[in-house]
């Protein structure tokens, strides 16, 4: 038998590899789009920085109310003038052309978005990107087709679609928004959030090249105000929001006996249940892809990690070794498994929140690996012998936090999955596919993911139960959300 | 089934799935499941690693000092096998800097012949025993096969396992095997080829990894090189995992050989990569880790140059013995 002990390993590092950030061509000044045209805000001029570095990136002109109101009639005149009249073909062959584009530009737009975000390169290379594209590809073959989606012979738009999308993921929420809406026949006025306004400009300059009518897709610049300036207009048919709990139910109450359409979709605290027959090795994988996908900023992040109890320490081993070669640092950088926090703000409430689960009993694990001096970064932390009762198991914290539950029995671990005010997503780890399918049916969840987690696709629909809000983005579903049965008419 | 050989340190619960046929099929049949969406999306995600520059300099060096230079052909005589040998003592003359290789791997009646030609160099004597590559014979003339090999000079002794044997549930008749044939080796090292391409899945090559490791062999082997998929990452992933699942549990080091169908430096710099963040940095070692290969030498060698010289020079600049 072989019992030698190795020797000292031997130093492997990885070669840096670095993105350039002359392929995002980032412009000293960006404008917001309304009507067809860059135009000026406004407002007064903001700077996005880059997370990674806390350098400058751009300046962003930034909307007022009367830009509001401009690009809120822009959509109107676009959908009366153009939008309606055209066929369903017609449209699908604008959303192709905007696929494609998307496609080709797809090494711009990923540098652009890792610049502006903080994630690292190869995520917004290999997922962000190209789910994007690929939004505006399965919407684009609907359009002609939407008598066929089940929703009355001749489903009719809503008109005007207000639109506001977060920072975690600024290009893929934007094509999750604007490809249904179009497809369906609406015209969109939508709003990034202000640390992440770019891709979404850089998608503007898309729109214009394909030659999209004025009006169809108009895009604002600004903070919460102009969000809610945009979701409280009189003009706006429709209200798609994607954010925090707390705004949204702002936004249900503004909207309540106005009769405009509202899908919500919110927070999450997912719970990621692994059973002790699961395939351990790739449980682990799930896990970590789980909650450090995107440093955690995922509304439906496996942040609540429910193991049972027989095979607790095995797996919270295996998953510290595991976290152990993440690669925390430089988001442009081709091997960097963990970026940057996106904003101060972010960090200071991640740190915050952690810190709390410290004082209320859990034990804190973190990953050592290096911090780059500048640029906002929190180490990929682990909380075990949490309890529901603790505030880290309870409230969203957006960040690369795991908190670590345990359970006995199929039915503790539904109750303890299910006690939570929200309910985006879930994910269930076990060789059993009867189990699979039991606990798929009795998690309150709108994503239920077995064997895998935080996969997307445009065929799928996505929304939450209880506070993650209301409606589905993707799938029939999805499109259901942005049509009206012709009846209603 | 022979308890032969039975570690003492080995903690209870392994030392238990030894005691009969039942109890090692109850502890196989108690290993997690493989998922293979996840386990292949691993792999392929550790395949994007880049690996530049000093970096890529150092794993070519290493790759090099793990390579078993294999030549297993019907055709094999002693003055392909001489040459073979003088190709691992000095792989580039031009470059005498470069490392030799881990070991050469021949078939047991061409051992004599290579073990002349390695006198007085570290590198191994590597053979394929045991009716390779099917093993479909008798336990006697496998051991009588193992016998010859390491008689006339073989350090390392590469078997393979009773695959029907395996497939049928006879895992006791596998294991026996390799406990004899680790019997018959000693303290000579033995490796244990799994062949994958036969098994099918990937919860059994899981099974056979650590059917193997209870029985006591020194390395885990993909293949044989005569079957089709030889070495792939995802299998090679399954096998970190085992062995490193085994040092958490005993604190023994054992080994993996992934061979056949590694021919160039970036497969090979893939193979590196997952070594490190599977199994662990200490794996980076031709002790524990090497590659069965008779091509991917010669690839490895003209990347080393392109690294040294700056610039590539083509295949006729390595030696194609």
Same mark, same amino acid.
């Given at each position: 038998?072989?019992?030698?002990?190795?020797?000292?390993?031997?130093?492997?590092?990885?070669?840096?590899?670095?993105?350039?950030?002359?392929?995002?061509?980032?412009?000293?000044?960006?404008?917001?789009?309304?009507?067809?045209?860059?135009?000026?805000?406004?407002?007064?001029?903001?700077?996005?920085?880059?997370?990674?570095?806390?350098?400058?990136?751009?300046?962003?002109?930034?909307?007022?109310?009367?830009?509001?109101?401009?690009?809120?009639?822009?959509?109107?005149?676009?959908?009366?003038?153009?939008?309606?009249?055209?066929?369903?073909?017609?449209?699908?062959?604008?959303?192709?052309?905007?696929?494609?584009?998307?496609?080709?530009?797809?090494?711009?737009?990923?540098?652009?978005?890792?610049?502006?975000?903080?994630?690292?390169?190869?995520?917004?290379?290999?997922?962000?990107?190209?789910?994007?594209?690929?939004?505006?590809?399965?919407?684009?073959?609907?359009?002609?087709?939407?008598?066929?989606?089940?929703?009355?012979?001749?489903?009719?738009?809503?008109?005007?679609?207000?639109?506001?999308?977060?920072?975690? =993921?600024?290009?893929?929420?934007?094509?999750?928004?604007?490809?249904?809406?179009?497809?369906?026949?609406?015209?969109?006025?939508?709003?990034? !959030?202000?640390?992440?306004?770019?891709?979404?400009?850089?998608?503007?300059?898309?729109?214009?090249?394909?030659?999209?009518?004025?009006?169809?897709?108009?895009?604002?610049?600004?903070?919460?105000?102009?969000?809610? !300036?945009?979701?409280?207009?009189?003009?706006?048919?429709?209200?798609? =929001?994607?954010?925090?709990?707390?705004?949204?139910?702002?936004?249900?109450?503004?909207?309540?006996?106005?009769?405009?359409?509202?899908?919500?979709?919110?927070?999450?605290?997912?719970?990621?249940?692994?059973?002790?027959?699961?395939?351990?090795?790739?449980?682990?994988?799930?896990?970590?892809?789980?909650?450090? =996908?995107?440093?955690?900023?995922?509304?439906?992040?496996?942040?609540?990690?429910?193991?049972?109890?027989?095979?607790?320490?095995?797996?919270?081993?295996?998953?510290?070794?595991?976290?152990?070669?993440?690669?925390?640092?430089?988001?442009?950088?081709?091997?960097?498994?963990?970026?940057?926090?996106?904003?101060?703000?972010?960090?200071?409430?991640?740190?915050?929140?952690?810190?709390?689960?410290?004082?209320?009993?859990?034990?804190?694990?973190?990953?050592?690996?290096?911090?780059?001096?500048?640029?906002?970064?929190?180490?990929?932390?682990? =909380?075990?012998?949490?309890?529901?009762?603790?505030?880290?198991?309870?409230?969203?914290?957006?960040?690369?936090?795991?908190?670590?539950?345990?359970?006995?029995?199929?039915?503790?671990?539904?109750?303890?999955?299910?006690?939570?005010?929200?309910?985006?997503?879930?994910?269930?780890?076990?060789?059993?596919?009867?189990?699979?399918?039991?606990?798929?049916?009795?998690?309150?969840?709108?994503?239920?993911?077995?064997?895998?987690?935080?996969?997307?696709?445009?065929? !799928?629909?996505?929304?939450?139960?209880?506070?993650?809000?209301?409606?589905?983005?993707?799938?029939?579903?999805?499109? !259901?959300?942005?049509?009206?049965?012709?009846?209603?008419? | 089934?022979?308890?032969?050989?039975?570690?003492?340190?080995?903690?209870?619960?392994?030392?238990?799935?030894? #005691?009969?046929?039942?109890?090692?099929?109850?502890?196989?049949?108690?290993?997690?499941?493989?998922?293979?969406?996840?386990?292949?999306?691993?792999?392929?995600?550790?395949?994007?690693?880049?690996?530049?520059?000093?970096?890529?300099?150092?794993?070519?060096?290493?790759?090099?000092?793990?390579?078993?230079?294999?030549?297993?052909?019907?055709?094999?005589?002693?003055?392909? $096998?001489?040459?073979?040998?003088?190709?691992?003592?000095?792989?580039?003359?031009?470059?005498?800097?470069?490392?030799? $290789?881990?070991?050469?791997? $021949?078939?047991?009646?061409?051992?004599?012949?290579?073990?002349?030609?390695?006198?007085?160099?570290?590198?191994?004597?590597?053979?394929?025993?045991?009716?390779?590559?099917?093993?479909?014979?008798?336990?006697?003339?496998?051991?009588?096969?193992?016998?010859?090999?390491?008689?006339?000079?073989?350090?390392?002794?590469?078997?393979?396992?009773?695959?029907?044997?395996?497939?049928?549930?006879? #895992?006791?008749?596998?294991?026996?095997?390799?406990?004899?044939?680790?019997? #018959?080796?000693?303290?000579?090292?033995?490796? #244990?080829?799994?062949?994958?391409?036969?098994?099918?899945?990937?919860?059994?090559?899981?099974?056979?990894?650590?059917?193997?490791?209870?029985?006591?062999?020194?390395?885990?082997?993909?293949?044989?090189?005569?079957?089709?998929?030889?070495?792939?990452?995802?299998?090679?992933?399954?096998?970190?995992?085992?062995?490193?699942?085994?040092?958490?549990?005993?604190?023994?080091?054992?080994?993996?050989?992934?061979?056949?169908?590694?021919?160039?430096?970036?497969?090979?710099?893939?193979?590196?990569?997952?070594?490190?963040?599977?199994?662990?940095?200490?794996?980076?070692?031709?002790?524990?880790?090497?590659?069965?290969?008779?091509?991917?030498?010669?690839?490895?060698?003209?990347?080393?140059?392109?690294?040294?010289?700056?610039?590539?020079?083509?295949?006729?600049?390595?030696?194609?013995?």
């Amino acid at each position: 038998m072989t019992t030698a002990s190795a020797a000292q390993p031997l130093q492997w590092d990885y070669a840096p590899a670095p993105e350039s950030a002359a392929i995002g061509r980032i412009k000293p000044r960006y404008q917001p789009y309304i009507n067809g045209h860059f135009v000026d805000g406004g407002g007064v001029d903001d700077v996005t920085i880059n997370p990674g570095t806390e350098e400058a990136l751009a300046t962003v002109s930034q909307c007022d109310d009367a830009n509001v109101d401009a690009a809120v009639k822009a959509a109107r005149t676009g959908y009366d003038k153009y939008w309606s009249k055209l066929s369903g073909a017609e449209r699908g062959k604008y959303l192709f052309r905007i696929a494609r584009a998307i496609a080709e530009r797809s090494r711009e737009l990923a540098v652009v978005e890792t610049l502006d975000n903080g994630k690292p390169i190869k995520e917004s290379r290999d997922v962000d990107v190209p789910t994007a594209a690929a939004h505006f590809f399965y919407h684009a073959g609907w359009a002609d087709k939407l008598q066929h989606a089940g929703l009355g012979a001749h489903p009719q738009p809503l008109g005007v679609a207000g639109q506001v999308i977060p920072w975690n =993921f600024p290009l893929l929420m934007a094509a999750w928004k604007i490809a249904p809406a179009l497809a369906a026949g609406n015209t969109v006025v939508i709003k990034p !959030a202000e640390t992440t306004p770019l891709s979404l400009l850089v998608l503007a300059e898309i729109f214009a090249e394909a030659d999209l009518p004025p009006g169809v897709v108009n895009i604002l610049t600004g903070a919460g105000d102009v969000g809610s !300036a945009l979701v409280n207009h009189p003009g706006v048919d429709k209200v798609a =929001f994607t954010g925090s709990t707390n705004v949204g139910k702002k936004i249900q109450a503004s909207l309540a006996g106005t009769g405009r359409k509202l899908t919500l979709e919110l927070g999450g605290k997912a719970a990621n249940i692994v059973f002790d027959d699961a395939p351990i090795d790739q449980a682990v994988e799930g896990i970590v892809n789980g909650i450090f =996908f995107n440093q955690g900023h995922v509304c439906c992040a496996g942040s609540r990690l429910l193991v049972q109890e027989s095979i607790a320490e095995e797996v919270l081993a295996k998953l510290k070794d595991r976290i152990g070669t993440l690669r925390l640092g430089n988001p442009m950088d081709k091997n960097t498994d963990i970026g940057a926090i996106n904003s101060a703000a972010q960090l200071a409430r991640i740190t915050a929140l952690a810190d709390t689960g410290e004082g209320e009993g859990a034990t804190r694990w973190t990953s050592s690996c290096a911090i780059p001096d500048r640029g906002f970064y929190f180490p990929p932390t682990i =909380f075990s012998n949490v309890s529901q009762s603790m505030r880290i198991s309870r409230e969203e914290i957006f960040g690369p936090v795991l908190s670590v539950l345990t359970f006995r029995t199929p039915d503790e671990a539904i109750a303890k999955a299910n006690n939570t005010p929200y309910g985006l997503s879930a994910g269930v780890w076990t060789e059993k596919g009867s189990r699979i399918l039991g606990m798929a049916g009795a998690l309150k969840a709108g994503v239920v993911w077995a064997n895998t987690f935080n996969r997307f696709d445009p065929t !799928a629909a996505f929304g939450g139960y209880k506070e993650s809000g209301f409606g589905r983005e993707g799938g029939l579903s999805g499109l !259901a959300a942005y049509l009206r049965p012709e009846l209603e008419a | 089934m022979t308890t032969a050989h039975v570690s003492p340190a080995l903690p209870s619960h392994l030392a238990d799935a030894r #005691v009969d046929e039942a109890s090692l099929k109850r502890f196989l049949r108690g290993l997690p499941g493989v998922d293979p969406v996840g386990l292949e999306q691993r792999s392929a995600g550790l395949a994007t690693r880049s690996i530049k520059k000093g970096a890529k300099k150092q794993a070519i060096d290493l790759a090099i000092s793990m390579v078993d230079l294999t030549t297993l052909e019907g055709a094999d005589t002693a003055g392909k $096998v001489r040459s073979l040998a003088a190709k691992a003592r000095r792989p580039d003359p031009d470059n005498p800097d470069t490392p030799t $290789v881990a070991a050469v791997c $021949v078939y047991p009646d061409m051992v004599a012949t290579a073990a002349a030609e390695l006198a007085g160099t570290s590198i191994g004597i590597a053979s394929v025993a045991t009716a390779f590559p099917s093993g479909r014979s008798s336990l006697a003339i496998k051991i009588a096969d193992t016998q010859l090999a390491l008689d006339s000079g073989a350090t390392e002794i590469d078997m393979v396992i009773d695959r029907g044997a395996f497939l049928s549930g006879n #895992v006791g008749k596998v294991f026996d095997e390799i406990v004899a044939i680790k019997g #018959v080796c000693g303290s000579t090292r033995l490796k #244990v080829i799994l062949e994958i391409g036969e098994l099918g899945t990937y919860d059994n090559v899981r099974q056979a990894s650590w059917l193997a490791l209870l029985a006591g062999g020194d390395f885990i082997k993909t293949s044989t090189g005569k079957i089709s998929p030889a070495a792939t990452l995802p299998v090679t992933q399954v096998m970190l995992q085992a062995v490193r699942d085994w040092r958490d549990q005993t604190g023994e080091y054992r080994a993996v050989k992934p061979a056949g169908g590694i021919r160039t430096t970036k497969d090979a710099i893939k193979y590196l990569v997952m070594v490190n963040e599977i199994a662990g940095p200490e794996w980076l070692d031709s002790h524990l880790f090497r590659f069965g290969a008779s091509s991917l030498l010669n690839d490895l060698l003209m990347q080393r140059r392109t690294q040294t010289d700056g610039h590539y020079s083509g295949p006729n600049y390595v030696t194609v013995d």
